[in-house]
C-alpha cells in the first residue's frame, strides 16, 4: 500500500494484520479519487472508519487542508500515526481513538468529503451514512465503500445517492446534498 500521488507521492505505508481488516485496495483508492479530484484540494477530509488512515493520508497528500482520522481499535490509531509521521502529514492531522458512534453524536465540526469502509456486511454501513449526514457541508460529498451486494438506500437524510462505480466485487457510492446534485 502506498500513497498515490501528492507530497507523500510513493511512501509506502504500514497496514494492519488479521481477518477482519480489508484494506482499500489502491485501484479503488486511484478510483475514488479520480472521483473527487478537483474536490480534495483545501476541504476538510473525515475517514470515520479509518483503519491504516491510508485514505485522509491520501487527501492530505493531494492538498487537503485537514483529514480526521477515527478508530475504535488501538492498533488502527497506533498505525495511523506512524503513517501520518513517516508521510510528514501529522501537523493538518487529528486521530480519535472512538468509536464511530461517539465521535459522530458529539462532533461539531463540518466536513466536504467523508469516506466511509466500515465493517462489510454488519449493517454498519447505513447506520453511519444515516448519522454523518449531520457533519456533513452541503456542498460536500459522502463516499461510501461496500460489497456490490450490499443494500444502500438511494438518500440519507439530504443526501442523496449521486454515482455509483463498480470494481470487481466492490462497489463505491457517492451522496450529495439534494440542493447540490449534480
Same mark, same amino acid.
Do not use: C
Given at each position: 500500500m502506498r500513497v498515490i500521488t501528492g507530497t507523500a507521492r510513493g511512501r509506502r505505508l504500514e497496514t494492519l494484520e488479521g481477518e477482519d481488516?480489508?484494506?482499500?485496495? =489502491?485501484?479503488?483508492?486511484?478510483?475514488?479519487?479520480?472521483?473527487?479530484?478537483?474536490?480534495?484540494? %483545501?476541504?476538510?477530509?473525515? =475517514? $470515520?472508519? @479509518?483503519?491504516?488512515g491510508?485514505?485522509?493520508?491520501? @487527501? $492530505?497528500?493531494?492538498?487537503?487542508?485537514?483529514?480526521?482520522?477515527v478508530d475504535s481499535s488501538k492498533k488502527a490509531v497506533e498505525t495511523v500515526k506512524r503513517n501520518l509521521a513517516?508521510?510528514? $502529514?501529522?501537523?493538518?492531522?487529528?486521530? +480519535?481513538?472512538? =468509536?464511530?458512534?461517539?465521535?459522530?453524536?458529539?462532533?461539531?465540526?463540518?466536513? =466536504?468529503?467523508a469516506f466511509l469502509d466500515p465493517p +462489510?456486511?454488519? %449493517?454498519? $454501513?447505513q447506520s453511519a451514512l444515516e448519522r454523518v449526514t449531520g457533519l456533513m457541508n452541503e456542498t460536500g460529498v459522502i463516499i461510501a465503500e461496500c460489497p456490490v451486494d450490499e443494500k444502500i438506500l438511494p438518500n440519507y437524510a439530504d443526501f442523496v445517492l449521486d454515482r455509483q462505480y463498480r470494481y470487481g466485487k466492490i462497489k463505491i457510492s457517492t451522496f450529495r446534498h439534494k440542493d447540490f446534485i449534480r
Open positions: 481488516v480489508r484494506p482499500t485496495t =489502491d485501484r479503488v483508492k486511484e478510483a475514488v479519487f479520480s472521483v473527487i479530484q478537483f474536490e480534495t484540494e %483545501g476541504r476538510r477530509f473525515l =475517514d $470515520l472508519f @479509518a483503519g491504516s491510508q485514505m485522509g493520508i491520501e @487527501a $492530505l497528500s493531494r492538498g487537503a487542508r485537514s483529514a480526521t482520522f513517516s508521510t510528514k $502529514l501529522e501537523q493538518n492531522a487529528r486521530v +480519535y481513538h472512538t =468509536d464511530w458512534q461517539t465521535f459522530v453524536a458529539g462532533g461539531s465540526e463540518r466536513f =466536504d468529503i +462489510y456486511r454488519t %449493517g454498519v $454501513l
